[in-house]
């Protein structure tokens, strides 16, 4: 359901996916992934709605054909979009709602490792948080809840008592699974979100209206 103006949201920790949360990298990561399956004979369609979301090397794993070389797949992909960030830009209103918030009251959870998120949120003008959660420090990703549950950890809160803004089915999953709330960010596809989860178009729909008693206080515009 989308979130009606005026509507007002406590947490005690935010916790936010990167790619198509705070930063569009979707034609970067699409155009990469296209000619790799355009190469090697693989139904891009087929790829496509399975590719957002999850850790790059559980993607390859997932795409690959039997008797490729799994690592060296995933290495060609891996420094590909590590170099390649032309277009890269941030999510409408991220940059001013970050801006906004209290630097301890939010993080990033994301399926990207370190390098790769770093220089993804580089390009588009985000400073990485400091307790930020990469793909490469838990076993399971998304849409194992771990990520979340680490993220909850390190911002010292209960999972209940974070927000969780995620834009893919696997991450919306992983927010429910460990037991916060999740706002989806819809963007231009908001029938792909599941009956049941509240979303909102992209962040220029809320705005930080304080801490009270320990929690973010945001507001639907």
Not at 7 to 21: C, N, P, Q, Y
Not at 61 to 84: C, H, T, W
Not at 85 to 109: F, S
Not at 175 to 204: K, T
């Amino acid at each position: 359901m989308q979130l009606e103006s005026g509507t007002v949201i406590e947490a005690r920790a935010l916790l936010f996916d990167m790619d198509g949360t705070l930063i569009d990298s979707r034609v970067v990561v699409e155009k990469i992934w296209k000619r790799w399956c355009d190469e090697n004979g693989i139904d891009w369609h087929e790829v496509l709605p399975r590719l957002h979301g999850v850790r790059m090397l559980d993607s390859v794993k997932m795409f690959a054909k039997p008797g490729m070389d799994v690592q060296a797949v995933y290495d060609r992909l891996y420094r590909e979009e590590v170099e390649d960030v032309d277009g890269i830009v941030p999510i409408p209103g991220a940059p001013e709602l970050l801006a906004a918030l209290p630097p301890d009251a939010w993080t990033i959870v994301t399926s990207a490792d370190t390098v790769l998120a770093k220089a993804r949120l580089g390009a588009a003008g985000i400073v990485p948080p400091p307790r930020m959660v990469t793909g490469e420090i838990v076993v399971n990703g998304k849409p194992d809840p771990e990520g979340y549950l680490l993220g909850a950890q390190r911002m010292g809160a209960v999972p209940a008592e974070c927000l969780v803004f995620e834009d893919a089915k696997a991450g919306i999953d992983a927010g429910l699974a460990a037991g916060a709330r999740v706002i989806a960010i819809a963007g231009d596809h908001p029938e792909e979100i599941a009956p049941g989860v509240d979303w909102i178009a992209d962040l220029n729909a809320l705005m930080f209206d304080g801490m009270y008693d320990g929690k973010v206080r945001l507001r639907v515009r």
